[in-house]
């Protein structure tokens, strides 16, 4: 039960970002934003046919598992990590060395205290 409601979450917090991804993200391709209605389109179907009980909860997720690493998904993962790697850039070029090294260890610390 636990599964399925944070499977449920995720549903629709992935719904969520598509439709506000292009306010957040104005310079995203159309092409990418149309792809993430539907895929959107076909998780909510999948899901209605998961609750009537016609789909089983594997195959849902497996299906909802393949959409995501389709070599669009992945082409938008690794353009994200470059934009990351660029904003990680900025943001340490004003920084001396000593600086950079207390906001490594204060981020650690962030990162510890929220996994605990």
Do not use: N
């Not at 549903?11 to 991804?21: E, K």
């Not at 016609?54 to 959409?67: K, N, R």
């Not at 600086?99 to 929220?114: I, K, P, S, V």
């Amino acid at each position: 039960m636990l599964h399925t409601s944070v499977a449920s979450g995720m549903v629709v917090a992935y719904g969520v970002l598509v439709i506000r991804l292009h306010a957040g993200i104005p310079g995203m391709p159309k092409a990418f934003i149309a792809l993430g209605w539907l895929f959107l389109a076909i998780v909510l179907v999948l899901a209605v046919l998961f609750a009537v009980g016609f789909y089983t909860l594997t195959a849902f997720e497996l299906v909802a598992g393949i959409l995501a690493l389709t070599p669009a998904g992945v082409d938008v993962l690794a353009d994200a990590e470059v934009r990351v790697d660029r904003v990680r850039a900025r943001m340490l070029s004003g920084l001396s060395g000593d600086e950079q090294d207390a906001l490594a260890a204060g981020l650690a610390a962030c990162a510890t205290a929220l996994s605990d």
